[in-house]
């Protein structure tokens, strides 16, 4: 069981970091920076962000409190990523530790109890918690994305006014047990 969560949350962590990817891809690169009022974060500071949370959450996942004595949170938020390169730079470093960490794991690894700012969280406790943490900050992302891109924004999702279509080509399919994920994985072109 173990291992088809852990199969099945990694295919989750994939689809997200994937609708970052092709935010962040659709955007200006000076628009990446912007920010609508000074208390909002621009893209560049959620991503800064989420690299901050994962580095310290994800290095040395099974022995260390996932709040790192080198972290510096407040830091995360400010908005000094000067370059598009540094900013990808900082959304792949989080993003392969987190992948390295999660395909370290192995079965016996979830009975032991690991620690967030001396919390203690069961593996799958701490996993849970960054899958919702992250898509979390990612429709954020998103969200920002739409709204720079207005009408020019290619949707990520089904595109309104779409549902009926979508479906037909849905219940057209045989019933299947399939990771929802999959067809995006394997075709990240394609609209869900």
Request: charged content about 30%; some cysteine.
């Amino acid at each position: 069981m173990n291992a088809d969560y852990l199969e099945s949350t990694k295919k989750q962590f994939e689809y997200y970091k994937m609708l970052g990817d092709k935010t962040i891809d659709q955007l200006p690169d000076d628009k990446l920076f912007w920010q609508y009022n000074d208390e909002s974060n621009s893209i560049a500071i959620i991503v800064k962000h989420l690299s901050g949370n994962m580095l310290s959450r994800w290095t040395d996942f099974l022995t260390s409190d996932g709040e790192k004595e080198w972290r510096h949170r407040d830091t995360e938020f400010d908005n000094d990523i000067k370059t598009k390169a540094e900013l990808i730079q900082k959304w792949n470093d989080g993003w392969n530790c987190l992948f390295n960490a999660l395909n370290s794991l192995q079965e016996d690894d979830f009975s032991k109890t690991i620690y967030i700012r001396n919390q203690g969280h069961s593996i799958t406790e701490a996993i849970n918690r960054q899958l919702a943490h992250y898509p979390y900050h990612i429709g954020q992302m998103v969200f920002i994305g739409k709204m720079i891109c207005n009408d020019k924004w290619i949707s990520l999702s089904i595109p309104k006014g779409n549902s009926n279509t979508y479906n037909v080509e849905k219940f057209s399919k045989e019933k299947h047990n399939e990771h929802f994920t999959e067809e995006f994985l394997k075709n990240p072109t394609k609209d869900e």
